[in-house]
């Protein structure tokens, strides 16, 4: 079983992310921005307010066995330093069912994923 | 109904677009993304560019460079799955690291926001 991984960041900490996420043996990402806002209703600064505040979303697809750890990995890289602050992003995770690689035509399983030969 | 999510080049687009339309896939959405993967891809077919290539370089960043791609999600019925990931691959296939991912992923409803409608009659 695959798992897709998408968190919404700060734009500020994307580099950050995608270096641990490198380090941490998981470079295949997907990147783009998108703006949106949380249960604090935005930013209001005197009467402004901002309520499509720019995120970065990241996408990765991995095994569910290293479901956690990546978790673990993309929350204490991209939470602001501390205690953490509103805006820090979240993370959601949803089922793969199947999953391809073009270049090569091969539908992926776990164990491929792992590198062992299916 | 499943969500069809693939990753594509940027100069594939055109193609893409017209085999899901071929092969009955009006319906989609894309989006601007970068990305990586296992870190195959050979950077130096890129100083081969005359013009833009320093600001290409720059934009990739230092480490795990990112390259601009293509994002695609389509949600189709049970049954187009194996057509839509088909076409997908056929058309975008070079064989080369950096051809993309295709991913399926179940979905639990869809609404139309015209009618109201929900469930397969929602994308059909």
Redesign the interface.
Known sequence: MMIMIRSIIRPEKADAVLAALMDAGFPAVTKYSVAGRGKQRGIKIGDVTYDEIPKVMLMSVVNAADKDFVIQTIMDTARTKGKGAFGDGKIFVSEVEESYTISSGVKETAAAAEGVPA | M?EV????RINMMNQTKQALTDCGVDAFFA?????????FVNTHILEGAEQGYVEAAALL?E??K?YP?R?LTAVVEDSM?DCV?ET??NV???????????????LADAVRVRTGETGEKSIV
């Open positions: 499943k999510i693939a990753v594509v989006h601007e993304a970068q990305g990586r993967g296992k870190g960043g480490k795990g990112l791609k994002l799955v990931v997908i691959i975008n296939q070079t064989g080369k690291p950096g051809d993309g991912k295709v991913f399926i992923v179940p």
